[in-house]
């Protein structure tokens, strides 16, 4: 495993980013000009060589002109709404596949979602998966989702937090 931009980065091939859904990939090889970037599924261009196209000739102020269009605003509100930027996000991240749809409230504590983006919109729950299988095990809110992370996962750990909260009820 490699580090790249201090984040972790599994190499894979191109073929198994496509087997995984993944739509980038990180090879640990350069590309042409010598870039050590993740690249794209579907072109194998990396990301470096894309970044300095549209950084060069203008392209840049053209590209923040195209982006910040009523247009493009307008599809990419649909894009979310749709739930497609979610699972995109989630194929991204090389997240498993959930095998049942999101419920309104979290599995561990039966509470809906309470956590906002900025614009005010409520988040959506976690996609709760084992981090050594990689298997989807349910849908979480926030502060439930952060709990079973900060003790790793641990059984153990679980169980002397509720032994110790037993204990010292008052």
Known sequence: MEFWYNRAMEIISKKEAINKGLIKYYSGKPCKN???SERRV?????????KMFYESDGRKESLFKYNNSEPRK????????????????????GFPEPTREMP??????GKPETATHKSGTVISLSLDHCHETNKFRGWL??????????VQDNIDTLGKMIEYLKERAG
């Open 34 to 36: 010598g870039h050590l």
């Open 141 to 150: 809110c926030g502060k439930c989702n952060k709990a079973l992370g900060m």
């Open 42 to 50: 579907n072109r194998g261009k990396c990301l470096g060589c894309e």
């Open 74 to 93: 307008a599809h990419l509100r649909e894009w979310v709404k749709s739930g497609k930027a979610r699972e995109d996000k989630r194929k991204a991240r």
């Open 104 to 109: 309104d409230v979290c599995e561990i504590c």
